[in-house]
């Protein structure tokens, strides 16, 4: 694996190595995409994949690479062959709303409750909520996992019945913070299709695809796509090789469902370097493109946004935007440097964004010219009480009211500490972080001054939130993490919760055998124990409690936890019968709580036997009111 390694990064050199930097040099781009992908290919980093590089309106470079299919030995067509590339159609989301607002159908600033009237998913908006916030994440959305998609594309739901049946409500007002949300841009795309009176993709063929030429793209995946040589098929790597990814199919297009070929979105491109126009034709107006290509929300003025559509970026120094996106064995790119007139596209049928970073980076580096790199200016010295910052962070990307709650909270966290030579660190991007201040809620990376900290208080003056950006394929993300409370954090719920609450309440399953053996013992010694037992309802409403509280924890909530994809298709029904048992522990805490009262209040039982049956009956509370904080009584 290291001679492996040696290998690439010795390639990855060469390439380099051959590049003048001369953006003028357009057979450059080949060489780079060319020699790179060579490498991936070679080194099993990829089975296939797509690029278009364009400049001004001229497309310099669209070219297919390795295999759409391995199994079928289907190369890849740079014309013919469509990738899923997941959520950069979200850009063209963006553009259908815009449309609209061209021809004066929608108001970005208007509450769309105007034009979703009807609809009972309205019934929890407790504020005004616009197209602006929507389609820059801002709606305080919650974000929905569970039966997001479906496993045929007969069992697709139409986009209005998905929304209707599964809007996951709000978790903040609106205009607050950025939240990438799909359930968002599937609520633009709704609002499109009610609005211009056509099915979404109907609009999109119309409004954007015919005038860009784009003949190729549609939202369409047929039930088995491996079956069709047109559709590149998702892989996921082992150490046999790649292996097919069963294909998904989203209920909410307008997020993510996007199938295009790299001429197609070389046309697209073009286009946004052409003023909006495409072959002569205006495909969209100034003050559109402004609204696609320039900030409209950031967290903080430090740091980097998002337009509608795109993630607002800096590469190599200049200004620019784009959009990554990573669906079921896929993973996609579209970057812009407007100022520079140039765009890339990359996309590759694999669920990983190492590659696309890699090729992003070469590419950029061709087509820019060099910058000369700020000196690392030194931080000013502040005094400041690190240990307000102190503590564990998760993204607020999840569903804040269900039991995706619990779920997500390993999945995107992280821990803030003061480390020995006084700076606030995390591990993060597969090392420790060190920041030092620059104001009093802004931190810096000591080895990287574009990695800022930015944090915030609430009113009473308490750390609440913390924003900064993220990577993915190379892109810059926006992201926002809340601060945890401490019984809210990984590490004590890993080990509180999920490890020492759950023994504490198996102790009580060993009640039968305890109990027997002393009915044995007391066979050949009355007095054994005599007036120190505890009432059997009171054993037997414990034991009761403890088997139902274990197999809940055992056979709903691990399982659950390790579906992984198979959420997306909703909670199987074999857990369904387990879902009424929080109830019934609910309801089992009233005799747990009677008995234990009454123990103490009479002085039944032992001392030792009314200290064990109270402690028990306080991790029976601790235990419910887990399923109650984590959404399991919802």
């Known amino acids: ?198 099915p979404f993709p109907d609009f999109l063929n119309t409004q954007i695809f015919a005038p860009l030429r784009m003949e190729r793209s549609t939202y369409l995946l047929p039930d088995n796509p491996a079956n069709s040589p047109n559709y590149a098929v998702g892989h996921y790597p082992t150490r046999e090789g790649f ?50 290509l320039q900030r409209q929300f950031s967290n903080h003025p430090d740091l980097t946004g998002y337009t509608f559509g795109f993630e607002e970026q800096r590469i190599n120094g200049f200004p620019a935007v784009a959009k990554g996106g990573q669906t079921f064995g896929f993973t996609s790119a579209l970057l812009l440097v407007p100022a520079q007139n140039c765009g890339v596209f990359i996309s590759v049928n ?76 995390c591990y993060r991007s597969g090392s420790y972080q060190q920041y030092e201040a620059l104001s009093p809620l802004t931190f810096r990376n000591r080895e990287d001054s574009d990695d800022l900290l930015v944090f915030k208080e609430d009113d009473a003056g308490n750390i609440n939130a913390m924003y900064f950006n993220g990577t993915f394929a190379g892109i810059s993300l926006p992201q926002s993490y809340e601060k945890v409370a401490w019984y809210s954090a990984p590490h004590f719920v890993n080990e509180f919760f999920l490890s020492y609450v759950p023994m504490h309440l198996l102790l009580y399953l060993l009640f039968p055998l305890v109990w027997l053996a002393i009915k044995a013992i007391q066979l050949k010694k009355k007095d054994f124990l005599q007036g120190k037992s505890l009432p059997l309802p009171a054993h037997l409403s414990a034991f009761l409690f403890g088997i139902l509280a274990i197999v809940y924890a055992f056979k709903y909530i691990a399982p659950l936890n390790h579906l992984g994809l198979e959420l997306l298709f909703g909670v199987p029904d074999a857990f369904i019968k387990f879902s009424y048992i929080p109830f019934l522990l609910l309801l089992l805490l009233i005799p747990l709580g009677y008995f234990t009262y009454k123990m103490w209040g009479e002085k039944v039982g032992g001392l030792i036997g009314r200290l064990f049956y109270t402690s028990y009956f306080v991790v029976a509370i601790i235990f419910t009111g887990f399923l109650q904080h984590w959404g399991f009584l919802g």
Do not use: W
């Open 1 to 198: 694996m290291k001679f492996q390694s040696l290998i690439l990064n010795c390639l990855i050199i060469l390439v380099c190595s051959f590049s003048s930097l001369n953006a003028r040099d357009d057979g450059r781009i080949a060489h780079i995409a060319d020699s790179l992908f060579n490498v991936g290919l070679t080194e099993k980093m990829l089975p296939g994949g797509i690029v278009s590089v364009v400049r001004n309106d001229t497309i310099l470079f669209s070219k297919g690479y390795g295999l759409a299919n391995v199994e079928n030995n289907i190369p890849v067509n740079a014309g013919q062959t469509l990738f899923q590339i997941g959520s950069v159609g979200k850009v063209l989301t963006a553009m259908a709303v815009l449309k609209l607002v061209e021809s004066g159908a929608l108001n970005p600033d208007a509450d769309i409750r105007e034009y979703l009237t009807g609809l009972s998913l309205t019934a929890s908006f407790q504020s005004p909520v616009t197209l602006r916030h929507l389609l820059t994440h801002t709606a305080g959305i919650n974000e929905q996992v569970i039966g997001y998609a479906a496993r045929s594309a007969a069992d697709v739901k139409p986009l209005e019945k998905y929304l209707e049946e599964n809007f996951p409500g709000f978790f903040q007002s609106p205009g607050k913070s950025i939240s990438y949300s799909n359930i968002g841009y599937a609520l633009a795309g709704l609002i499109v299709q009610r609005v211009s009176g056509m």
């Open 243 to 292: 292996v097919e990814q069963e294909p998904i199919y989203t209920h909410p297009k307008p997020a993510g469902g996007l199938n295009a070929t790299a001429a197609d979105m070389a046309n697209l491109m073009a286009m946004f370097l052409n003023n909006g126009r495409f072959m002569g034709e205006k495909v969209l107006s100034e003050k559109s493109l402004d609204l696609l």
């Open 350 to 425: 694999i669920r990983s964004g190492k590659f696309v970073e890699l090729l992003l980076e070469h590419l950029t580096r061709e087509l820019l010219p060099a910058q000369n790199t700020p000196t690392l200016a030194t931080a000013p010295q502040i005094a400041i009480d690190l240990n307000r910052f102190a503590g564990a962070y998760r993204s607020n990307r999840y569903n804040h009211d269900s039991i995706e709650n619990l779920f997500a909270l390993f999945r995107d966290n992280l821990t803030f500490q003061i480390d020995s030579e006084g700076y606030l660190s």
